[in-house]
């Protein structure tokens, strides 16, 4: 995988798992928030239920309570009026009273004809519930509530009901009646059913918003890394002919000076010494300032050759360090040009090799836009440091310029222009700031400390 590559990936996987971890949470927290609602509206019904099945008993307990309060303990009569009674008290098809004695025979079954008169005392439920035995033990008790599983009248199936039983202890009967819960039970299935829908719906909804989302996120990344792309390919093609047309320029003005300096030296001291030559083998009494001559015109080249040594990279800078090489370059365009240059340097050499570099170069360049373009008299160049940060100011007092007057000027400054010396900054992350008015212009290096040569501590002895 290539960088971009890499770097589109790691910028659309945590947006995607972002995503996903948000939707999953939501998701979570919207089915515990319904799962809670249908919990809460299940135990709202049961305790309707509950609440309607101690309507219904106390109900019937009036039905027979002047019959039940006025019979005694053996009346058979009242007990079949309260059998009727309790019959005939039904509330729909699946709505009924049934009267068990303590010892578990049936005595009323509206429903079930085939119970009464016999004993269902051991009678369980598919769960394995002794239905009759807890009832009678719930009536017993006092009254109460008891849950199992009874064949619904109107579907004969087996359906979950919930019964009351309370005593009539005079006459060792349990009384009581039920509900079934299949209602109750299909309406929190249907509410189950509205949630997984929702959700779904909802998981749905998030989906069409995040997958076009991180799909416009990728095709943004593309689109910028491609036109960043084509933008960084601009720079560097304009930068590699760039650094061609500087080569060039610079062999072009190496070719002139040898050609037009040092080559001419040679040929004036190839022909005073040829002249002089001559002179001694004709024993001349001029032979000696023939070969003086000769000599002057040899020291002139050896000069030209020094100092177009000096120009391509002065040893100085590395010998003595960039405040004795800025000293000697201004020194030397002083005494070329007549501009007055100062050199002060409040700082010690602390940056690396290839900074000084950098700054010695920017300098050059500086000092030949001076010459060409600034028409100053006098030119300071300031080294200092702040908070450990070296700092270089070339400022001179001419006449300034502007960015027409840049543009109109292709060798402003001296074939490598403005723009060199701020990539020549920014190899180091560093600053280069141009201030310039009519009074002058002042170029402002600046230095990070990752621009600094690594120390080291001393070594104990």
Request: net charge neutral; proline share 3%; glycine share 6%.
């Amino acid at each position: 995988m290539q960088l971009r590559h890499q770097i589109l990936a790691l910028a659309i996987l945590p947006l995607v798992l972002t995503i996903a971890l948000i939707t999953a949470f939501t998701t979570w927290q919207s089915s515990n928030l319904a799962q809670s609602s249908i919990d809460t509206f299940e135990r709202n019904l049961l305790k309707a239920k509950e609440t309607e099945l101690l309507n219904l008993t106390n109900l019937a307990l009036s039905a027979i309570k002047d019959v039940y309060d006025n019979a005694g303990p053996d009346d058979e009569a009242a007990k079949e009026r309260v059998r009727q009674i309790l019959t005939s008290l039904d509330y729909g098809q699946d709505g009924y009273f049934f009267v068990y004695d303590y010892d578990g025979n049936n005595v009323v079954h509206p429903r079930q004809s085939f119970r009464p008169g016999h004993n269902w005392f051991d009678l369980v439920d598919p769960d394995g519930d002794k239905v009759i035995a807890n009832l009678i033990a719930k009536a017993k008790e006092g009254g109460g509530l008891h849950q199992y599983k009874w064949e619904k009248p109107s579907s004969r199936s087996m359906a979950d009901k919930l019964s009351f039983a309370a005593g009539l202890d005079k006459w060792r009967w349990m009384i009581g009646t039920g509900v079934y819960l299949d209602d109750v039970f299909s309406q929190t299935e249907a509410a189950k059913a509205d949630l997984k829908q929702s959700i779904r719906r909802t998981f749905v909804i998030v989906t069409l918003i995040a997958v076009p989302s991180v799909l416009l996120v990728f095709a943004t990344c593309m689109w910028i890394t491609l036109h960043e792309r084509r933008l960084a390919d601009g720079k560097q093609k304009l930068l590699t002919q760039r650094i061609i047309d500087t080569q060039e320029e610079e062999r072009a003005r190496l070719a002139r000076e040898l050609h037009d300096g040092v080559s001419q030296n040679l040929i004036g001291v190839r022909y005073a010494f040829d002249l002089a030559s001559r002179k001694v083998r004709a024993s001349a009494a001029d032979a000696g300032a023939a070969i003086d001559r000769g000599i002057d015109a040899l020291n002139g080249a050896i000069k030209e050759v020094r100092d177009l040594s000096h120009e391509l990279r002065p040893r100085v800078l590395d010998d003595l360090g960039l405040t004795a090489a800025l000293t000697s370059l201004g020194n030397h365009f002083e005494e070329r040009t007549g501009i007055s240059v100062s050199v002060e340097s409040s700082s010690p050499d602390t940056l690396k090799p290839e900074a000084n570099t950098a700054l010695y170069r920017i300098a050059q360049e500086a000092l030949s836009n001076v010459e060409r373009h600034a028409g100053a008299s006098e030119v300071a160049i300031r080294i200092w440091s702040m908070k450990g940060r070296v700092r270089m100011s070339i400022a001179d007092n001419g006449i300034g310029f502007t960015e027409k007057t840049e543009s109109r000027s292709p060798n402003y400054s001296g074939g490598l222009g403005l723009r060199n010396m701020q990539e020549r900054m920014a190899h180091f992350r560093g600053i280069l700031i141009v201030q310039t008015n009519e009074k002058g212009t002042t170029l402002t290096a600046m230095f990070p400390k990752s621009a600094n040569a690594a120390t080291s501590a001393p070594k104990a002895a």
